[in-house]
């Protein structure tokens, strides 16, 4: 059981880490918001979406999934577009004082547009639903339960101090201009996905 806790860690770890627009925007928030209890429904969003996926992928969606190739071929194109949009989104974004276009949305359009990434992120899913959903079927009983609960558990460390990383961030950052770069940068960021995401279309 040690083993399966260990690989489970060590797996979600390494998917979770890289540069991405999911640990971009919950970073951005933490950095925007005035107080950390502000950023805490971002993180607590994005841990809920992270575990549904995890759990839809070890419960064997992932199986469907890879039976399915229209379905493959909609989150590609859909995924693309997506992140598309919201690269020219994050891009406008730092030409408007971003920090205080951001600080002002209301709770509830910041946990929509947190869901939107979390569920709609094509790297997210495939992260998820294909890598640990594969790699839990070496499991069973209670090791299962226990890789499962240990790839959840760093997701919801992971993203929480990451809330947390952004709003002691943004203390230094008086003046914006550091989130306006940020801003951009995910951007970039979010257009190199889309390119990447459907360049293996023709693969």
Not at 54 to 60: D, H, N, P, Q, S
Not at 120 to 130: C, E, M, Q, S, Y
Not at 171 to 200: E, F, P, T
């Amino acid at each position: 059981m040690i083993a399966a806790i260990i690989h489970g860690f060590v797996l979600r770890f390494g998917l979770i880490l890289p540069l991405g627009v999911q640990n971009f925007y919950i970073f951005s928030q933490g950095a925007v918001r005035k107080k950390y209890i502000h950023v805490v429904p971002v993180s607590l969003t994005a841990s809920i979406c992270d575990t549904f996926l995890i759990l839809a992928a070890v419960l064997g969606v992932s199986a469907l999934v890879a039976t399915l190739e229209w379905f493959k071929l909609v989150l590609i194109v859909g995924g693309g577009i997506f992140l598309i949009y919201m690269g020219i989104q994050s891009w406008r974004a730092s030409t408007r004082q971003s920090s205080k276009v951001q600080a002002n949305h209301t709770i509830g359009k910041t946990i929509a547009f947190t869901v939107m990434i979390s569920i709609l992120n094509p790297h997210a899913i495939l992260d998820t639903v294909g890598v640990i959903g594969t790699s839990s079927i070496q499991y069973t009983g209670w090791e299962k339960a226990a890789f499962t609960v240990s790839t959840v558990t760093v997701s919801w460390i992971w993203f929480f101090g990451l809330g947390l990383a952004g709003r002691l961030l943004g203390l230094r950052d008086k003046s914006g201009k550091l989130m306006v770069i940020m801003n951009r940068i995910s951007a970039i960021v979010m257009w190199l996905a889309a390119v990447y995401l459907l360049k293996s279309l023709f693969a």
